[in-house]
């Protein structure tokens, strides 16, 4: 079976990669879950305050909405967004990740795709590879941006992944 990324017309070479990768990299760690995750899959927390399979889809929603929306186009995030109440909860440099809301994974799932795929039809359209904007005395160009939610996929991604076979091996006989 031959693998390889699409091209998109009508889309920056770099930011056709880009997306690519992106849309790769989360059906790779996706398709790593096998079976749907029980509820109490998703909200486990493995010590104290710590990551669960909910809280990272949140965090993974919340931070591509941070870079996109608020930096890039300068819109206020709406708290009536799930991913966007739980994220501005976390405090992922302290480990502290609250308890995830007790949902299942279709709706963790239609949460995250419908969000990613809003995502990516915004770079899609901006366009912009070169653009660059300035927040907290620092400049970012509109490539960066993606590279880097294409890297915190991947992180988390993993993360998710591994939490999910954790809590397989504890809990499942």
Known sequence: MRRDLQTLENVHPTLSVLIETWRDGSREWLQNIEEPPPVEAITWQPFENGPSIGGLLLHMIGCDLYWLESVVHGRALGAENPAVAYDSTAMQDIAFWPAPPKNDWDWYLTLFTSSREAAIA????????????????????????????VEHDSYHGGQIVMLHEMWKKLHVR
Do not use: M, S
């Open 122 to 149: 915004d770079v899609i359209a901006f366009n912009e590879p070169k653009y660059t904007v300035q927040r907290n005395g620092r400049e970012y160009t509109f490539q960066w941006i993606i590279a880097h939610l």
